[in-house]
């Protein structure tokens, strides 16, 4: 199982990114796919998640209305767009793809990439 994140780099305040996460190894399909992030000192948390067929999204209050989760299950890649970025947006973006089956909980993360908003 791989999940890997790409997109990541510096940005100035108010300024755009598209993180891409490259899923293999599973059936990229049957996942919910969410996007997390940490910023040094803090706790992870999680800023959007999308279900496995793509007709329900969930955000986090601080990105409402600025960041935009989408997936192509073709090319087994989801998507993070992520505009009027803000300093506190800097962090580690984490890709994570999750299934409940049954009574086992499938839970795979990618390694990470690095955003960073500043002037």
């Known amino acids: 199982v791989q999940l890997v994140e790409s997109g990541g780099g510096l940005v100035q305040p108010g300024g755009s990114l598209r993180l891409s996460c490259a899923a293999s190894g599973f059936t990229f399909s049957s996942y919910d796919m969410n996007w997390y992030r940490q910023a040094p000192g803090k706790v992870r948390e999680l800023v959007a998640g999308l279900t496995s067929a793509g007709g329900s999204t969930n955000y986090a209050d601080p990105v409402k209305g600025r960041f935009t989760i989408s997936r192509d299950n073709a090319i087994n890649t989801v998507f993070l767009q992520m505009n009027s970025l803000k300093p506190e947006d800097t962090a580690v973006y984490y890709c994570?793809?999750?299934?409940?089956?049954?009574?086992?909980?499938?839970?795979?993360w990618g390694q990470g990439t690095q955003v960073t908003v500043s002037s």
């Open positions: 994570n793809a999750k299934r409940i089956g049954g009574r086992t909980t499938y839970n795979y």
